[in-house]
T-cell receptor, first 113, second 111 residues
Framework: GAGVSQSPRYKVAKRGQDVALRCDPISGHVSLFWYQQALGQGPEFLTYFQNEAQLDKSGLPSDRFFAERPEGSVSTLKIQRTQQEDSAVYLC???????????FGEGSRLTVL | KQEVTQIPAALSVPEGENLVLNCSFTDSAIYNLQWFRQDPGKGLTSLLLIQSSQREQTSGRLNASLDKSSGRSTLYIAASQPGDSATYLCAVSSNDYKLSFGAGTTVTVRA
């Protein structure tokens, strides 16, 4: 497709379960970002990749959160031992380069029971 | 840490009225400012990107201004339509990649 694709769109997990969220960026986009959006709030930065290199992971809330982009295209955000406070929409975005237009996916809504 | 505030949190106007959405930020050392639109259950769509050296950007009925020294941006939407109903988010970049977002202004345009 032409846009950023995220899967699953909806995920319900029991507290303590591990989850994996996938992002397919626009083909050729070098930069990839993950943001977390709580209900009624703006997105909060989690992590940033330039190709396969994770250049900034300062926004990851805890060591239970891990992101990778091994071949510089598809990225996975993994959350281990999910907690209720992890419930949010996880947004992936990509761009051709830095300081240019950012394209967002529709997000993966995670609900932890 | 960059703080971004959007006022008002919600706005309801009759069709045809002009919309004025405000964004303020605490650190004036920014690279750029972007306005996004978010429809319920959807991702964000970029509307306008203003580089730090620019004062405004225009796209169709949309015009965004930037005053770095006062830490403010305003998004104007002319002749609003029901299809403009959405949440509008302001985001500021204080380096060349990380965005700090406001909580958004939810707009309802009544037919």
């Amino acid at each position: 497709g032409a846009g950023v694709s995220q899967s699953p769109r909806y995920k319900v997990a029991k507290r303590g379960q591990d989850v994996a969220l996938r992002c397919d960026p626009i083909s050729g986009h070098v930069s990839l970002f993950w943001y977390q959006q709580a209900l009624g709030q703006g997105p909060e930065f989690l992590t940033y990749f330039q190709n396969e290199a994770q250049l900034d992971k300062s926004g990851l809330p805890s060591d239970r959160f891990f992101a990778e982009r091994p071949e510089g295209s598809v990225s996975t955000l993994k959350i281990q031992r999910t907690q209720q406070e992890d419930s949010a929409v996880y947004l992936c975005a990509s761009s051709r380069n830095l300081m240019v237009e950012l394209f967002f996916g529709e997000g993966s809504r995670l609900t932890v029971l | 840490k960059q703080e971004v505030t959007q006022i008002p949190a919600a706005l309801s106007v009759p069709e045809g009225e002009n919309l004025v959405l405000n964004c303020s930020f605490t650190d004036s050392a920014i690279y750029n400012l972007q306005w996004f639109r978010q429809d319920p259950g959807k991702g964000l769509t970029s509307l306008l990107l203003i580089q730090s050296s620019q004062r405004e950007q225009t796209s169709g009925r949309l015009n965004a201004s930037l005053d770095k020294s006062s830490g403010r941006s305003t998004l104007y939407i002319a002749a609003s339509q029901p299809g403009d109903s959405a949440t509008y988010l302001c985001a500021v970049s204080s380096n060349d990649y990380k965005l700090s977002f406001g909580a958004g202004t939810t707009v309802t345009v009544r037919a």
